[in-house]
Nanobody
Framework: QVQLVQSGGGLVQPGGSLRLSCVVS????????MGWYRQAPGKQRELVAT???????TYTDSVKGRFTISRDNAKDTVYLQMNSPKPEDTAVYYC???????????WGQGTQVTVSS
């Protein structure tokens, strides 16, 4: 079955950097769009960034210029590089494999990112 296993996360100071990773198994990785989402306490889950199978990224406005989504299709892994994070970036971050042609979406287990001095 398809599994997404996340790593990275933790406590980071404002202006620091952090990288999240998400390894996908049980699936042909390269043909799927991947995304990173986040959910802060008391808020709905929101899209942070997506990347196509060919590597084309999109970002929500609040992270443009600070976060970078990338993927390594040889390692079945998608990354989120978080530079200059802000306290308002504090949330649980989730990776997602976007389903194709009616397939289900799959989610990672989530990882806490806390931005604080």
């Amino acid at each position: 079955q398809v599994q997404l296993v996340q790593s990275g996360g933790g406590l980071v100071q404002p202006g620091g950097s952090l990288r999240l990773s998400c390894v996908v198994s049980g699936s042909i990785f390269s043909i799927y769009h991947m995304g990173w989402y986040r959910q802060a306490p008391g808020k709905q889950r929101e899209l942070v960034a997506t990347i196509s199978g060919a590597g084309k990224p999109t970002y929500t406005d609040s992270v443009k210029g600070r976060f970078t989504i990338s993927r390594d299709n040889a390692k079945d892994t998608v990354y989120l590089q978080m530079n200059s994070p802000k306290p308002e970036d504090t949330a649980v971050y989730y990776c997602k494999r976007h389903g194709r042609l009616g397939e289900s979406d799959y989610w990672g287990q989530g990882t806490q990112v806390t931005v604080s001095s």
